[in-house]
Structure formats: C-alpha cells, structure tokens
Nanobody, 124 residues
C-alpha cells in the first residue's frame, strides 16, 4: 500500500484545514486508514482512524469533537477535516494504513504502512 498526503499549511487559531491522503495498491480499499501526528520534541501520537468500510471512526481525546475523518473508497482517499484548530495541533501529520482496525491504532508501532507527512501549523 502506498500513501500520499495532501494539504496542510498555516492557519490561525480557531480556523480550519483539510488534509487528505490518497492510497494505492490492490488491497488499499479494504484497509483501515488514519492519521498520526508528531510535534517537535514529542512522540508521534494517534489522531484518528477509520475502518475499511468507513462505518466506524475513532479519535483521540485531544481532537474529538473538532476533527472529522472520512473516506471515499471510490477514490481511495481519506480526509481529515480539522476545525477549531489550536496552536497545540501544530505538528507533522502522517497518513497511515493497516489491515487491522482495532487496538493496534493506539500506537504507531501497530501500523504497517505510512505516507510522507504534511506540516500543519496553527498560529496563536
């Protein structure tokens, strides 16, 4: 599975951004997909994940209610809509995919496929 992220950029606190990830590969459409982020000097942390069918989503407590993950299986893409952004959301956001959708998403070590990250910067 190959993943490529798009979007990101600079936004003021309270604003919004949308980042997307395109997946390719024969089995990509059935894989769970999601996002992790890593801020300078911090460990990579889970943000959100969505099941292969798109029927189930899972968020970290820090973004729940502000971020929405969705997917378009016809286009093999997953989208992260980020609203009410805060300076602490500043990080490199990486798209990820895995055949499993479960507790493996609690840690980046449980994920098999990664895309190149995209920078999201929120100014105060």
């Amino acid at each position: 599975v190959q993943l490529q992220a798009f979007g990101g950029g600079l936004v003021q606190a309270g604003g919004y951004l949308r980042i997307s990830c395109a997946a390719s590969g024969r089995t990509a459409i059935s894989y769970a997909m999601g996002w992790f982020r890593q801020a300078p000097g911090k460990e990579r942390e889970f943000v959100a994940a969505i099941s292969g069918s798109g029927g189930s989503t899972y968020y970290s407590d820090s973004v729940k209610g502000r971020f929405t993950i969705s997917r378009n299986n016809a286009k093999n893409t997953v989208i992260l809509q980020m609203n009410s952004l805060k300076p602490e959301d500043t990080a490199v956001y990486s798209c990820a995919a895995d055949a499993n959708y479960g507790s493996n998403w609690r840690s980046s070590y449980g994920i098999d496929y990664w895309g190149k990250g995209t920078q999201v910067t929120v100014s105060s």
